[in-house]
């Protein structure tokens, strides 16, 4: 059958075409230049391995505009270099996942699934309700936190000591001097001499 396949009329489903060769003179397709262009960096090999941002050695626009605060800064939460992320515990869930009296440990709020590193500290939140007497032991609590656990009979064992910050002192302003007031009005002195002539009478007297 001449329908039959077999290797003399065995074909690809699409005909391979070839690249074009570029950078072999003009009879290449691509011209002298190759589709580089005349000199330059976009001319040489390895210009597109450049990082984003690249603007050919100047001083790149994210580092030459102001910086606004982000998450680098210090009083950015929860993320940023200048802070330490904790895992957060609910006293609600506290309630949910334990029975009364029991000891409320690392290891048990994992094995709770209410942590999942034992690595990363741990900070009890004070959101629910809890009215079971439970012994919790975390690295941090909030304030609202310890009272609900105390209130249902509990007791709080932080793993790590509460670090007070320093309030930043503001310099007081200079204290502002009063100026004695200086009197502009000037008295009109009586004896002050005068532009006008003397009286006729008295050039009589003395001829």
Known sequence: ???????SNLKPAQERKDRKRIGRGLGSGKGRYSGRGIKGQKSRSGSNKMPAGFEGGQMPIDMRIGKLRGNTSADAMPI??????????????????FEIGADVTL???KAAGLV?????DVKVLGE????????????SFSKSAIEKIEA????????????????????????VTEE???DTTT???AEAPTDEPADAGDEATEG
């Open 1 to 7: 059958m001449s329908d039959e396949l077999n290797l």
């Open 80 to 97: 940023g270099p200048f802070r330490t992320y904790n895992q957060p515990v609910n006293v609600g869930d506290l309630e949910q996942r």
């Open 107 to 109: 290891e048990a709020l």
């Open 116 to 120: 999942r590193k034992l690595s990363v």
């Open 128 to 139: 629910g309700e809890l009215t079971k007497k439970l012994s919790v032991t975390a690295h």
């Open 152 to 175: 249902a009979g509990g007791t709080v064992v932080r793993l790590r000591e509460p670090v007070e910050r320093k309030k930043k002192r503001h310099k007081a302003a200079a204290p």
């Open 180 to 182: 004695p007031e200086v």
């Open 187 to 189: 008295d009109v002195d």
